[in-house]
């Protein structure tokens, strides 16, 4: 899977204003003192690394969605690249109302919060999907390190049946506490080395970490959908291909796999609590629960393929939380104005 990386347009325009931050950079440019590639180096940049929620994904035959993982870009809650037409008012699209800015895109479908050596599974494989760790070595290798990370990744980790043994079925409370502590170890792993550099940064960063989607209201419209499906067998196609990847999505998983959300939430949290005591007077660090809070009720906001990724309203939800939670990192990095 392609990282993508995408910049305004418009963007020369707008830095040619002499009332925007960028206009002396714009003026060394038209002098020949830097090139158009130093120039967009200057701009802001915010990266987003996650899993296929932050993508345009969608599940249905085998062949259709290794395509489609190859393909698609942009449509999401957080990038738009003006090619899909999908009608996202995404986070990408609000941002550019304050600053042009370069956006970069990690996330993958089928990514994971990875643990050392972990071997990938065949299909994950051959998607060619980037887990946590990959992602964090992509930006770490970047020329230009992020001005602001946007983290939102963990929601195949919750897969709580994946790999359970028989009888920890039926008494998985143990199972469900090893999940989340192991989920908290992996992730605050790889927080680390983004964080790492912003001792060394001369310049202010931000890095927010979403917790996962409220299931608990997501399942409502799946059940919505699933209750649709069963008076009209033409409506989601691929309802149940979801529990080839995503076993725990069974009716029957699916107080459980609730619970290892949340519980994955509060590992999540108390971890950028635990950070936050540590000296990093460069960075703005914090947990976000606006993907966590975000109402997923309604059987119109899953796609109307799988019953199981974000329609384009669904998107468009998710967009409304996660930039309302962006407000102080923005805030901090001085690409908005304080109330």
Known sequence: ????RTVPANFLERIADPASRFHRDYLCYRRGEISRGELVSRLPHVAMLGDSVCTSIYISSALGTFWRSRRRRGGNWFL????????????SKRLENYTPFVALEYA????????????????????????????????????????????????????????????????????????????????????????????????????????????????EGREEAERRRAEDPRLYPHLETTYKYFQSFRPVYRRNLVRLAEMANDELRQMVETLNRE????????????????????????????G???????????ADAAFAGLKPSLEFLGLIESD
């Open 1 to 4: 899977m392609r990282s993508v």
């Open 279 to 306: 000296d990093h007077p460069n960075l703005d660090l914090r947990y976000s629960d606006a993907l966590a809070t975000a109402e997923l009720r309604r059987a119109e906001l899953l796609h109307a393929v799988d």
């Open 80 to 91: 738009d690249t003006g090619k899909s037409g999908a009608g996202v008012r995404s986070v």
């Open 108 to 219: 993958g479908v089928g990514a994971m919060v990875d643990q050392p050596g972990e071997r990938q599974n065949v299909f994950r494989r051959l998607l060619g999907t980037r887990d946590f760790s990959g992602q964090v070595a992509e930006v770490l290798g970047a020329s230009r390190f992020p001005d602001l990370i946007l983290i939102s990744i963990g929601h195949n980790n919750v897969d709580w049946v994946w790999r359970c043994p028989a009888n920890e079925i039926d008494q998985p409370d143990e199972r469900l506490r090893r999940q989340s502590s192991v989920f908290r170890d992996n992730f605050e792993r790889q927080l680390r080395r983004l964080v790492e550099p912003a001792r060394t940064q001369g310049h202010r960063m931000a890095i927010v970490v979403y917790g996962l989607v409220n299931f608990a209201a997501y399942f």
């Open 308 to 318: 199981w990724h974000p329609s384009v309203e669904g998107h468009n939800i998710l």
